[in-house]
């Protein structure tokens, strides 16, 4: 008997005959109800957040900053300066950008667009950070979710340079965790971000900068 | 309410449970609770240490959780959804290795700690590696894949900060959370000196310097490393996506920079809808590091082309799971997610820390874990170790009701006794007299009466020591002295007129 066989026979006698192939859920992904709760549980918790507008943005940027995070606000007319203002006070001239970013970058900052064939992590240690936008943000706990999306690159480029730079739209922020992953496609790789590298693991004394980014700075963008 | 007719009880012709092998792996203690305890609170650096560690965490949680208008409404929904999914495990688990290899990733099935650590083996030396680095992972550590990697010439790198202080102290880890809680920055900065290599000599005992340390020693190996091998806090089976959740983006690095990346999971990870994720990233960040959320977590979903590993592997782990999943009541300890909110709470584990309890899982999950993965004689006094005051189900994201838990494995262990031996045991024979004298109240009078006696035996309330056979309960604790009177005398010498005027 393989060990497939053997688990999945062990399973069956563990649990009574018959279950491994009843009541199996929809494998389509396409039908994923994502918000609900699970099947059999009479639970009912938030699936749909009651922050809108200023107040949402306001907690979104208040958790960032809780976590460390550097927030500035910008409405499409002023996010040139504060993406340029950001970049000069940290003094970045060499960024990777992902291949579609899409954003008016300053004069002073070369800029290497992440295209194939894609840079080494090596090279991509050498920069002096990064420049993406966003999938979702997540206010409730000030999180903001890269999907791999042409704006925002392989999860590489905003993994090695110590600096990331991340430009959020209103429309992208929402209030809790259960409505990032209603409109989070699982297909894509992703990674979530809640404030800079840290760790706890001394003391459980929380610590900014370890091996990701150690400085992480968000645009949020309103009209 | 059974009839005992005196005959044997015919033998139910179940298959043996397939217990986690013994001589591999990091499951068992090599000496019981009490013994290891006494000597863990004789190490008063351990106790400040814990002590200072497990209050600050236990505020963070209280203070994060307390925010949540739903919290028990998300604790029910993840014991629910956790309870669903045992109930068709091996449905899940197909449909989960369905969706990964849809997406290009290929799954493996271990059916313990050897063919599991054999399989991750032969995938290293496929790929062509001497050298691993490896995500935080209690799977991995429960099998001793690390000792089966050295055997076959392969070096793993622990990349957690913690687990790097333990792997370069040759230590072992106490929490789950925090591997080196044991350790304070003193004794962590001494570590680094002497066992890095690349450490500064002037290394201060700064967290911050410490972690800077950490970045250094390890930024080569992350930029170099072609295999990545990590554990899993979720699989969804619907979608086939894995979830690592941590803080410092060691996890981020071993799942994204090599060009082959292995995850070894035990099969009760497996969630079964993408929407359940968001019950337990709310759930599960909380619970275990105090935060809203941890700074990092990645998802992937089999190979995506052109971004991250381009061979990706998943080892399913049994181990001893489907063990205790044949115990309805044990198999609610495979809900749980690893948090270790119950160990910050417990009164025992403050004070005994993790290394204690003599297995990769530690405190009080541990207590009910362990025994049900390798049988509960092979880890018989842990389900002793709790005073039962119910700290731990009371935090538990997902409902466990771990002091239950501890009393059904208590059982389990007396019943073993029993039908191993021929003779009855001190305590069987107690528990049959008491019974005896209790079900009379002409000789349940008779023994309070008795038990007086007892008070030549103590001073100031209290007896220190009892003689054998009940020396065993005083060697621990104290017994009160019993009562000048018992409640009965006291009753009726301060009811006599209202007796009266009752006849």
């Known amino acids: 008997m393989s060990a497939r066989e053997e688990m999945l026979a062990r399973i069956s006698a563990a649990v009574g005959p018959g279950s491994t192939d009843s009541a199996r859920p929809s494998p389509d992904p396409g039908q994923v109800s994502a918000g609900e709760p699970a099947a059999d549980s009479a639970a009912r918790y938030r699936t749909r957040g009651q922050l809108s507008g200023p107040e949402l943005l306001d907690l979104l940027a208040g958790r960032l900053t809780d976590y460390r995070a550097l927030v500035h606000r910008a409405t499409p007319v002023t996010l040139a300066d504060e993406i340029s203002a950001a970049l000069r006070r940290r003094q970045a001239r060499r960024v990777v950008v992902p291949p579609a970013l899409r954003l008016p970058l300053p004069e002073f900052v070369t800029a290497t667009a992440d295209t194939p064939p894609v840079l080494s992590a090596a090279e991509l240690d050498a920069f002096d950070g990064v420049i993406t936008r966003a999938a979702v943000a997540i206010a409730e706990t000030g999180t903001i979710v890269l999907d791999g999306s042409p704006d925002q690159g392989r999860r590489a480029i905003s993994l090695v340079p110590d600096y990331h730079l991340c430009v959020v739209e209103a429309r992208q922020v929402v209030h809790l965790v259960p409505e990032a992953v209603e409109r989070l496609s699982a297909g894509r790789p992703l990674t979530w971000i809640s404030g800079p590298s840290a760790t706890s693991d001394i003391e459980l004394e929380r610590v900014e900068g370890v091996h990701g980014p150690r400085t992480l700075e968000v645009v949020l963008v309103s009209a | ?503």
């Open chain 2, 1 to 503: 309410m059974r009839t005992f007719l005196g005959l044997p009880a015919p033998r139910r012709s179940l298959p043996e449970p397939a217990y986690a092998p013994r001589g591999v792996g990091h499951l068992r203690a090599s000496q019981e609770f009490p013994v290891a305890a006494r000597r863990a609170l004789s190490d008063t650096q351990l106790r400040r240490n814990l002590g200072k560690a497990t209050a600050t965490i236990r505020a963070k949680r209280a203070a994060v959780v307390g925010e949540v208008p739903d919290w028990e409404e998300l604790r029910s929904a993840g014991q629910a959804i956790k309870a669903a999914t045992m109930a068709n495990l091996g449905g899940y688990l197909e449909q989960l290795e369905a969706a990964v290899t849809a997406r290009g990733g290929t799954v493996h099935w271990a059916r313990d700690a050897i063919e599991a650590n054999n399989i991750v083996t032969r995938l290293v030396q496929a790929a062509g590696a001497t050298e691993v680095v490896k995500v935080k992972s209690l799977a991995t550590d429960e099998i001793g894949l690390n000792d089966a990697l050295a055997a076959a010439g392969i070096a793993a790198y622990e990349t957690d900060l913690a687990e790097l202080i333990v792997q370069l102290g040759r230590d072992r880890p106490s929490h789950i959370l925090v591997p080196a809680i044991h350790r304070n920055r003193t004794e962590i900065r001494d570590i680094f000196v002497a066992e890095m290599g690349d450490a500064d000599p002037g290394l201060t005992d700064d967290p911050a310097a410490l972690a800077e340390a950490a970045r250094r020693h390890l930024r080569r190996k992350f930029l170099s490393a072609t295999v990545g091998i990590s554990g899993a806090n979720f699989a969804v089976a619907e979608t086939g996506t894995l979830c690592v959740v941590e803080s410092e983006g060691n996890g981020r690095m071993c799942v994204t920079l090599p060009r082959t990346l292995i995850t070894v999971m035990g099969i009760e990870k497996v969630i079964p809808r993408w929407s359940d994720l968001g019950v337990f990233l709310q759930l599960l960040p909380r619970s275990s590091t105090g935060e809203r959320m941890n700074p990092y977590t990645s998802m992937w979903t089999g190979v995506t082309p052109g971004d991250g590993p381009q061979s990706v592997h998943l080892v399913l782990l049994d181990n001893g799971r489907t063990a205790a999943l044949a115990d309805p009541v044990g198999r609610a300890a495979l809900h749980c997610i690893r948090c270790s909110a119950c160990l910050n709470v417990c009164p025992v584990y403050e004070r005994t820390g993790g290394h204690a309890y003599g297995s990769v899982y530690p405190g009080p999950i541990g207590a009910v874990l362990s025994p049900q993965l390798t049988g509960v004689e092979d880890n018989a006094s842990l389900p002793y170790a709790s005073s039962l005051c119910g700290a731990c189900y009371q935090v538990c994201p997902v409902k466990i009701d771990i002091p239950a838990l501890l009393v059904h494995l208590r059982a389990r262990h007396v019943e073993l006794q029993r039908s191993a031996r021929r003779v009855p045991s001190a305590e069987a024979i107690t528990m049959a007299a008491a019974s005896w004298v209790m079900a009379d109240p002409v000789r349940f009078a008779a023994a309070q009466a008795a038990s007086r006696s007892g008070r030549l035996l103590g001073s100031r309330g209290k007896i220190s020591a009892l003689p054998p056979p009940l020396a065993a309960w005083t060697r621990a604790r104290d017994a009160p002295v019993p009562p000048a009177q018992t409640f009965r005398q006291w009753w009726r010498s301060e009811h006599r007129d209202s007796d009266r005027d009752a006849q």
